[in-house]
């Protein structure tokens, strides 16, 4: 909701606290029911109409839903592909790593990845 409402004062909207509220609240319920990858479009209908109902105007609305969408997703790829490539993991390498063996199968007892050289001493 913080991430809402400072994005709310950068618009300048004149808007409660409350609206940043609702528009979290009407975000997560219509985005339960996933429809496109990343809820595209989704996501920006559910909080420009949100806006509309504090009387917002429809193109303010849609800008201010996509740079949420924005600052949502942002972090989430950009650590991915920090991740992956530290790991120097590729989709293929984690494809046939799946296909392989099940997930749960590589956990230890403490719920962590078993390490490929663990796993080689063990069998």
């Known amino acids: 909701?913080?991430?809402?409402?400072?994005?709310?004062r950068a618009f300048a909207f004149p808007l409660p606290f409350a609206a940043a509220a609702v528009?979290?609240?009407?975000?997560?319920?219509?985005?339960?029911?996933?429809?496109?990858?990343?809820?595209?479009?989704t996501f920006e209908f559910a909080?420009?109409?949100?806006?509309?109902?504090?009387s917002v105007s429809r193109p303010d609305a849609v800008?201010?839903?996509?740079?949420?969408?924005l600052i949502d997703l942002l972090p989430v790829f950009s650590f991915s592909y920090t991740?992956?490539?530290?790991?120097?993991?590729?989709?293929?390498?984690i494809k046939t790593a799946h296909?392989?063996?099940?997930?749960?199968d590589r956990l230890d007892e403490e719920g962590a990845f078993?390490?490929?050289?663990?796993?080689?001493?063990?069998?």
């Open 83 to 93: 991740f992956l490539h530290v790991d120097r993991a590729t989709l293929k390498k």
């Open 47 to 54: 909080v420009s109409t949100s806006l509309a109902a504090f």
């Open 99 to 104: 296909q392989e063996e099940p997930l749960l």
């Open 1 to 8: 909701m913080l991430v809402a409402w400072f994005l709310i």
């Open 114 to 123: 078993i390490e490929e050289e663990k796993e080689k001493e063990k069998v």
């Open 63 to 69: 800008l201010f839903a996509l740079a949420l969408h």
């Open 23 to 41: 528009i979290m609240i009407v975000n997560t319920l219509v985005l339960m029911v996933p429809i496109t990858p990343a809820n595209a479009g």
